[in-house]
């Protein structure tokens, strides 16, 4: 490929930073341009409600690269300036600022924004999302001297990891959530109620089965009345209701969306010229033979690295299993493979879920479809082969 021709990336996450690394990593000389919409370099999403918002670990280690990095790799960033308009036709993406960056190829990778609330009450001043730097900041500076009454509205990833971490600093916790365990969606009954099980040992006030009515508040938020009624006392609420992938560049530009910017399996949008990758890319998984968009650590890595491979004119594709992962208090877990909430599935188990130590497997037509261990480490790998051999787990 030529070096005159400019790769623009749209998105400051870590799906586009691996972008511009492997730009550079096969050796492409030419211009590469990154706009970001915060005035943050890239950096890694998970440690906002890990590691970082607990206080374990300094700002610095969760940026993907160094301070220095961008400009050795003659990358030119724009950054605080989010994408406004995407011109395909003249193939010109024109920011906020006004400043126009013409290109030949475009990488989208815009992510998603946190689901917010429409109920009374959802602007008061200590309701909190997390999805940023600046987010995770502005709630560790709220948690961080103990002895606040927290309410988490949301009983997935992000809120239980956000409650854990309040624990952690001393706070008085309670989760609502209107399913009656959490994680139900990803995990089912049964494992959900291993996290039940875990939270409540730790001191989290678990309101289960009931949705949110209303914040209560004048200026600052005081409590938060459930639907069953109860109001429970709150001096921060902190809302995981879910992401929205940030499609409007791309649907407004004519490119293909539903449910993220629709890709194929090397991560090509409708348009030649576009691809998309991370949070928003709703992409065709060759081996799971469908359309699915992955809001994890681990697929903006791998699809920002394929649609910088696929930009550069080599035959890739996307075709690894989503992996995830969470720390909660003393228990760490990975996932991988894929659970279609809409089918019935078996679980079999190797060890004792009420010990917090062992390997779930999810089976559906007598194959392994996805593996979750849990205090069980350095298995994740042949989970991954147990799943793509298309090989049962017998039960006993």
């Given at each position: 490929?030529?070096?005159?021709?400019?790769?623009?990336?749209?998105?400051?996450?870590?799906?586009?930073?691996?972008?511009?690394?492997?730009?550079?990593?096969?050796?492409?000389?030419?211009?590469?341009?990154?706009?970001?919409?915060?005035?943050?370099?890239?950096?890694?999403?998970?440690?906002?409600?890990?590691?970082?918002?607990?206080?374990?670990?300094?700002?610095?280690?969760?940026?993907v690269h160094g301070p220095d990095w961008y400009a050795d790799q003659r990358v030119q960033m724009h950054l605080g300036s989010p994408a406004a308009r995407l011109d395909t036709a003249t193939h010109t993406v024109v920011l906020e600022s006004g400043e126009r960056v013409g290109y030949d190829r475009l990488l989208l990778a815009t992510g998603s924004r946190a689901r917010v609330l429409s109920l009374p009450g959802a602007s008061l001043a200590g309701v909190h999302y997390l999805r940023t730097l600046d987010d995770s900041d502005g709630l560790r500076a709220a948690l961080r001297a103990g002895g606040r009454r927290v309410v988490v509205i949301g009983a997935g990833w992000i809120g239980l990891e956000v409650a854990a971490a309040a624990r952690g600093w001393d706070n008085d916790v309670a989760v609502v959530e209107p399913q009656p365990v959490p994680l139900r969606a990803a995990l089912g009954d049964e494992l959900g109620a291993v996290f039940a099980g875990l939270h409540r040992e730790h001191g989290v006030d678990l309101r289960l089965g009931t949705g949110v009515a209303e914040l209560t508040g004048d200026r600052h938020v005081t409590g938060v009345r459930t639907g069953a009624g109860d109001v429970l006392p709150a001096d921060v609420v902190v809302v995981g209701v879910g992401a929205i992938p940030n499609t409007e560049l791309a649907a407004r530009a004519g490119l293909s969306t539903g449910n993220g910017v629709l890709v194929d399996a090397s991560m090509r949008t409708s348009d030649p010229a576009v691809w998309a990758a991370g949070d928003v890319a709703n992409a065709f998984h060759p081996v799971l033979g469908r359309q699915l968009r992955v809001e994890h650590w681990d697929n903006a890595i791998r699809t920002g690295e394929v649609a910088a491979r696929s930009m550069l004119g080599q035959d890739v594709r996307h075709d690894s299993l989503p992996y995830f992962f969470t720390d909660q208090y003393d228990l760490g877990m990975e996932f991988t493979g894929y659970v279609d909430p809409g089918v019935e599935h078996q679980i079999v188990y190797r060890g004792d879920p009420a010990t917090r130590e062992f390997v779930a497997f999810w089976m559906h037509d007598g194959r392994t479809v996805a593996g979750m261990n849990v205090n069980v480490w350095d298995v994740a790998d042949e989970i991954r082969g147990l799943i793509e051999s298309g090989a049962p787990v017998t039960t006993g």
């Amino acid at each position: 490929m030529s070096a005159e021709r400019k790769f623009v990336v749209v998105g400051g996450g870590l799906a586009g930073a691996k972008a511009v690394e492997t730009l550079r990593a096969e050796g492409f000389a030419g211009p590469v341009h990154l706009v970001g919409a915060e005035r943050w370099r890239p950096y890694e999403r998970p440690p906002l409600s890990k590691d970082y918002l607990a206080g374990s670990v300094a700002q610095e280690s969760i940026f993907v690269h160094g301070p220095d990095w961008y400009a050795d790799q003659r990358v030119q960033m724009h950054l605080g300036s989010p994408a406004a308009r995407l011109d395909t036709a003249t193939h010109t993406v024109v920011l906020e600022s006004g400043e126009r960056v013409g290109y030949d190829r475009l990488l989208l990778a815009t992510g998603s924004r946190a689901r917010v609330l429409s109920l009374p009450g959802a602007s008061l001043a200590g309701v909190h999302y997390l999805r940023t730097l600046d987010d995770s900041d502005g709630l560790r500076a709220a948690l961080r001297a103990g002895g606040r009454r927290v309410v988490v509205i949301g009983a997935g990833w992000i809120g239980l990891e956000v409650a854990a971490a309040a624990r952690g600093w001393d706070n008085d916790v309670a989760v609502v959530e209107p399913q009656p365990v959490p994680l139900r969606a990803a995990l089912g009954d049964e494992l959900g109620a291993v996290f039940a099980g875990l939270h409540r040992e730790h001191g989290v006030d678990l309101r289960l089965g009931t949705g949110v009515a209303e914040l209560t508040g004048d200026r600052h938020v005081t409590g938060v009345r459930t639907g069953a009624g109860d109001v429970l006392p709150a001096d921060v609420v902190v809302v995981g209701v879910g992401a929205i992938p940030n499609t409007e560049l791309a649907a407004r530009a004519g490119l293909s969306t539903g449910n993220g910017v629709l890709v194929d399996a090397s991560m090509r949008t409708s348009d030649p010229a576009v691809w998309a990758a991370g949070d928003v890319a709703n992409a065709f998984h060759p081996v799971l033979g469908r359309q699915l968009r992955v809001e994890h650590w681990d697929n903006a890595i791998r699809t920002g690295e394929v649609a910088a491979r696929s930009m550069l004119g080599q035959d890739v594709r996307h075709d690894s299993l989503p992996y995830f992962f969470t720390d909660q208090y003393d228990l760490g877990m990975e996932f991988t493979g894929y659970v279609d909430p809409g089918v019935e599935h078996q679980i079999v188990y190797r060890g004792d879920p009420a010990t917090r130590e062992f390997v779930a497997f999810w089976m559906h037509d007598g194959r392994t479809v996805a593996g979750m261990n849990v205090n069980v480490w350095d298995v994740a790998d042949e989970i991954r082969g147990l799943i793509e051999s298309g090989a049962p787990v017998t039960t006993g």
